[in-house]
């Protein structure tokens, strides 16, 4: 742990990467306490200040009824983070579990799981997901699952290609003569060798989430108005560009900063874990 | 007493004109407590053999059978626990993600053996007989030497108190020093622990060293078997002096350069 924070700390932008995950973590936990107006993470309108340049009252400026952008920012990571949080909490296991058994078990098993996968990898993501979200009313829950379902035939990938090469090592003969069990074999011995590919691809990847998840809401597909997003704020305001530009410049940086903050957490964990891809 | 029964043992690799027999009408006893020792250059069949006497490869045809009982396709547990292998690379058999301690501990728990409350004291005591600290089941493979790595391979295959133990080219990967105290190792455990080993190899120094009998493998074929003095003093079979005959042995005249070199410096 202390060796991983060095080696990270190490290189100037892992710990960009590092300060700026935090960073976005922090504000989304503090929103209720940190926000100046706390009230207008719903549905509050005030005419009086509607679509107001930033100023020292409203940092970012306002919307077009009046809610503060810098408040909303805030409470729209609060939004990002959790279903960031929620679809790789689901999309890795599911994948893992699947690709751990196509690459240990081989033969009709393999070929079985993974045209599956392929099948799934063949789709566009994003148009797998705007379809399924046409099917199903466009809510939070709805676009967690939307972007679970494109995401874990990644992951299915990923541990089949490592799993596939572990299985020709010693020390999986080794179990295998000794009369270890094949859950064992594939979930004790293989699974571990796996698990520092995972960790950086769900590093990764939380960036990639955060983006889909605002693309889709950016199409009017995800979460819902009156909750704050990141993807339909900067919907809403593209409409206004170039005047109202702080309607779109912030949400979009706010974007910006999280994906590039994951990123750079990742290459970095990449480095600590030793994963070479 | 035979513990090990091989007859007729074929093994071909692919099919029609391009098939290969790597194992080629094979038959021999190991006796129980020897030390059968089998020898022969690289693709003589020796590794094929290894792995059908451990079940990873089934034989295209001929008979093993193993305390009296043919050793078929389905292994019953008690067949698989009582023939243990340690690996040639002690690089990878180990897994690096898990503990010395459990990797030890996988043959006690797959069989059941003892109460669970004891194996870490099992596993002390496998480390303790094969000369390695207990304190080491908390490390990870990478803080080893590949001889003490090998140690805990042997330390792995007796924990599930094997009673034939196949060693393919188990000294190989080490140095000249590490190599000479596992042989040592090997030697006591077997004399201790009663085991019966099929010693793969293709050094004929280690040979000398721990084997009682020798079997001389030339492309899939048994050329001789015989006590290990006999096929040293007076091999029957070509092949197996022409084997003999590549022993690097110092004499006299190498002797004296030796001498000579060593002044100069």
Known sequence: MIRAFRILSGNPLSLLGLCLVALVVLVALLAPWIAPFPTHNGAVVDFAFANQEPSPRNWMGTDLVGRDIFSRVLYAYQVSLFLGLVVLAIAPPIGAMIGLLAGYMGGWTESVLMRIVDVFLSIPPLVLAIAMMGVLEPTLTNAMLAVTVMWWPWYARLVYSIARSEREEGYVLAAEVIGASTVHIAFREILPNCLPAIITKMTLDMGFVIIIASSLSFLGLGVQPPTPDLGSMVAEGARYLPDSWWLTVFPGLAILVVVFGFNLLGDGLREVLGVNQ | ?265
């Not at chain 2, 391979?153 to 590490?178: G, H, K, M």
Request: hydrophobic residues 40%; aromatic residues 4%; contains cysteine.
């Open chain 2, 1 to 265: 007493m035979s513990l090990l029964s091989i007859q007729n043992l074929t093994k071909t690799f692919g099919a029609g004109q391009m098939a290969v027999r790597a194992i080629d009408g094979v038959s021999f006893d190991v006796r129980e407590g020897e030390c059968l020792a089998i020898v022969g250059e690289s693709g003589s069949g020796k590794t094929t053999l290894a792995n059908m006497i451990m079940g990873i490869l089934s034989q295209t045809s001929g008979l093993i059978t193993f305390d009296g009982k043919p050793l078929g396709a389905r292994r019953s547990p008690g067949q698989r626990r009582a023939i243990q292998l340690v690996q040639q690379n002690p690089l990878s058999s180990l897994n690096p993600k898990r503990s010395i301690g459990a990797s030890v501990r996988l043959g006690l728990d797959t069989y059941n053996i003892g109460p669970k409350s004891a194996r870490w004291n099992s596993v002390e005591r496998a480390l303790e007989a094969v000369g390695l600290p207990t304190e080491m089941r908390k490390r990870a493979p990478s803080a080893l030497s590949g001889g003490q790595r090998q140690r805990v391979s042997i330390a792995r295959a007796l924990a599930c108190s094997p009673r034939l133990l196949v060693l393919d080219e188990p000294t190989s990967a080490l140095d000249v020093l590490v190599q000479a105290r596992v042989l040592r190792l090997l030697n006591n455990l077997r004399t201790d622990l009663g085991l019966t080993y099929v010693f793969i190899t293709h050094d004929l120094a280690v040979v000398r060293n721990i084997a009682d009998r020798v079997a001389v493998f030339q492309s899939g074929k048994l050329v001789e078997i015989d006590d290990t003095s006999q096929i040293f003093t007076d091999p029957q079979q070509p092949y197996t002096r022409s084997l003999i005959g590549t022993v690097p042995v110092v004499d006299a005249e190498e002797l004296t350069l030796r001498d000579k070199l060593a002044g100069q410096t």
